[in-house]
């Protein structure tokens, strides 16, 4: 009929909206990019890290590393702890916990990023200033790395720990309780029928911290140190691209090539975050072929 | 239509056509009500600030008009909107909030984001007068910028009040070289290099990482552009002289006002100044020491012996040709009754014969801006 039709149409026209939008972005930025890309290789402009718009100096490896290194940091810290939490959350703990623990979890999930910068300044950084650091035998101002990987840990579990909890609460009771008929005690129901069902719904969720993880800008700034260096260590300073791309977005007008340096880093970390979640969507669809 | 949508379809239109209006009736209907209110008001507001774009003001303004006009009237109508510096911020406040009270037909509309952005509204026609702490490029002025300086400040050194080297600091103040050494060239790394003492103690350097005026500013002193500063970089001024309260061997910098407690007049507790060696004689003699408190440090801006970079002129920048008679108003009312709120706000003034040179600027500017609208 031909309402129906209409419905059709508009909805199907809404739903390749995103599809066009992602492209709209690519292109646009990827225009802006080009001035630069022609005058100088852009093997040059990736790999190198010398930093000195003034000079005409572009090289972008050193930011490419640092957004590496301290989203790694972020996902080696938070990956264990929200899964364990998530695991806690849906198998083991009685309600009145879960009553008080989730509603804690929103509200870490929703609080503005500039207040995890504070909290990062105002907390983070002294205590791997005084404590970690000479711990570890060397000494830091804790403007680093590790700094705001942990500030970056705190604020990408939330989203991991509701995901994989959805994913974790999806697992058919009949599967543990035919499990559980069998014999299992608890612990290897967890270990080999959970987990296992689980897993491509785990890593789905990993990837989505991930990609928080990547782009998160304002309170990663506010703690990282800022230093356009590649970082030799935890615990000295890194310069992630969001963190170039919010500190001289305003001030590219003077020099010739800044402002298209700076889409060109904006295309390298839209090009890092694809490849991640492509990676990751071969790998998921490899994991659920393979069990059937 | 079939099957369930179809009733899905009929229900929800039966619902709203049966729907009462009128905004006592119900939260749903009252939801509504509102966001066609703001729809509405979303309206008015684009079209206001369509009015404001450049090129509409008609150009029979440049014509009819005289100028100065009075600059405190009830017929004086308007919007006004400005943006850039922090370092600037604290004062245009004051002027935008003294203005309008004396001109209630006049809207100003006042952001901060720092000297960058406010140039790079102001060049891109998105406001009308930038507040910008830093020089002018050549690049800009090319352009079509026009800066207009209004106040004074500076960027001084900062360090802990705890740092280990205090006292020793205080006796000999640091000389511009060895800084340039620590800052630009990275090859002093150690408080005793620095203050000429065996020893090993590490120097925490920091600077800002967002583009600003002040690291702009202090880098112009040794020599070099914000980009060649080494060390830590901190975002925003608080942020930077948070840093340096917290850490013993940190060495920083910071806007005036940002080092003093506005209110106070006194240093922040836990900081303290790093006094500059202005001679070179390893000596901080009598004349070069003036940083116990605002007032001191001001008249030192002010007679010209603290230099300039780090003191800075602070400016309004505006973009020729000018825009609206509004703007070369406001800039006139803040170089003469606006000049009252300079030293309140923790600023230095600028000499007479600056005000005199920049109100001929503008008056310039405007007569231009006259002549292009007639010849049209």
Redesign the interface.
Known sequence: ?K??SLVVRISGLSAFFPVILVSAIFLAIFLKALPLLTIKSWWHLVFSSA????KGEFGLWAFIMGTISVTAVALVLALPVSLLTSLYLAEYAPNRVRKIILPALDLLAGLPSVIYGMWG?LMV??LV?KYLAPFFGT?S???CALTAGVVLAVMIMPTIINVSLEVLASVPASLKEAALALGATRFEVVRHVILKKARPGILAACVLGLGRAFGETIAV??VV???PQIPRSLFS?A?PIP?LLA??Y?????IPGYESALNLAALILLMLVIIFSLLARLYLSRLVRRSG | ??GP?AVIFKRTRKAKSSAPTGFWLGARTWKFFWLKKLFLLSLVLLFSLSLNLPGAEPEAFFKTNKFPAPQTSPELKGQLSLSGAWALYPLAVRWVEKFQKINPGVKIDLQA????????DV?SGLVDIALVSRQV?A??IK?GAQPVAVARDAVVVTINQNNPFLKLIEQKGLQKKLLRQVWVEGRIKTWEELLGQPGNT?I?L?TR???CGAAETWAAYLGA?Q??L??????GDP?LA??VR??PL?LGFNNLNFAFNPRTGQLHPGLAIGPLDLNDDGQLSAEENFYQTREKIKQAIASGLYPSPPARDLYLVITRPLRNKLTATFLLWCLEQGQGLVEEAGYVRLSNEILEKEKTKILAEFSEAQRVAKSR
């Open positions: 009929m309402k129906e930093w000195q718009p003034q300044m950084v002294p200033s000494s101002s804790g403007y700034l506010m140190g800022n230093v300073p310069y963190a500190n001289n305003g001030e590219m007008l003077s | 239509m079939t949508t984001g720092g000297a960058g952005k406010g140039m790079a060049l490029y690049e800009e352009r590490p925490h920091y990482s967002d583009a552009h980009e060649d080494k060390g830590i970089a901190i975002y942020g948070e840093a917290q850490d940190a």
